[in-house]
């Protein structure tokens, strides 16, 4: 079935280090490829998405690329901020279209100042 | 616009007992979502909803779990009887339709089964 590889954790970096927290997938179609945010004590947020491949989501200075080719959803962000210290969640709609969402295991980011 | 919500955020219970976890998505949100989420895990899908029908809950354990929508609008989704693996973060989401690309979730209920 459809799943989702993410990096280990934890990440630790410094404040306006450059970030990239890999994220791969299987799946049978074309799914939609999400990047998912918790911050500590709070619900789960869309932080970005793309539809289709070679597609470019991107908020808050983050950045991810729908590739194909290489079945991956890599996030990244130039310069980290400790506000940026949370849980990153890459998911994607599973091939039934019910809007079902497959997620990795998450990887937690911190930040020191 | 308020979120969606949850209650209770916290609830211990021991191993053989029963409890209800209660959800109130956003307003006209027609698709509702439980997902379980283990610690160390991501969320994990184990019902949804599109109004008051079950679109899947392929992965609903329903020896002991069930969930109910009657009125399309809040769900209740209830575990009897609880074991140890059932503790865990139990996250509510809703969307406008099932083919919306985002999910809007609540702050979670956590509970430790003892």
């Known amino acids: 079935g459809d799943s989702v590889t993410q990096m280990e954790g934890p990440v630790t970096l410094s404040e306006e280090a450059f970030l990239t927290i890999n994220c791969t997938y299987t799946?049978?179609?074309?799914?939609?490829l999400f990047w998912y945010v918790q911050y500590p004590g709070e619900g789960l947020q869309l932080l970005l998405k793309?539809?289709?491949?070679?597609d470019k989501g991107s908020n808050k200075g983050f950045e991810a690329t729908y590739r194909k080719e290489t079945t991956s959803f890599h996030l990244e962000k130039g310069s980290v901020q400790v506000s940026d210290s949370a849980v990153y969640f890459c998911?994607?709609?599973?091939?039934?279209?019910?809007?079902?969402?497959?997620f990795g295991q998450g990887t937690t980011l911190q930040v020191k100042p | 616009e308020a979120g969606v919500a949850q209650s209770p955020r916290y609830k211990i219970i021991e191993k053989r007992q029963s409890v209800a976890f209660w959800c109130n998505p956003i307003?006209?949100?027609?698709?509702l979502y439980w997902y379980q989420q283990i610690l160390g895990q991501g969320p994990k899908l184990l019902i949804q909803?599109?109004?008051?029908?079950?679109?899947?809950d392929s992965q609903l354990p329903k020896d002991r779990f069930s969930a109910e929508r009657l009125k399309g609008v809040d769900s209740t989704l209830k575990i009897q009887p609880a074991k140890l693996e059932d503790s865990a973060v139990y996250l509510c989401?809703?969307?406008?339709?099932?083919?919306?690309?985002?999910?809007?979730f609540g702050p979670g209920t956590r509970l430790t089964v003892t």
């Open positions: 793309a539809t289709k491949a070679d």
């Open positions: 799946a049978t179609g074309y799914p939609s």
């Open positions: 998911a994607l709609t599973d091939s039934s279209n019910t809007g079902k969402l497959i």
């Open positions: 909803f599109q109004n008051n029908g079950v679109v899947d």
């Open positions: 989401a809703s969307s406008y339709t099932p083919g919306s690309h985002e999910q809007y």
């Open positions: 307003s006209g949100h027609a698709t």
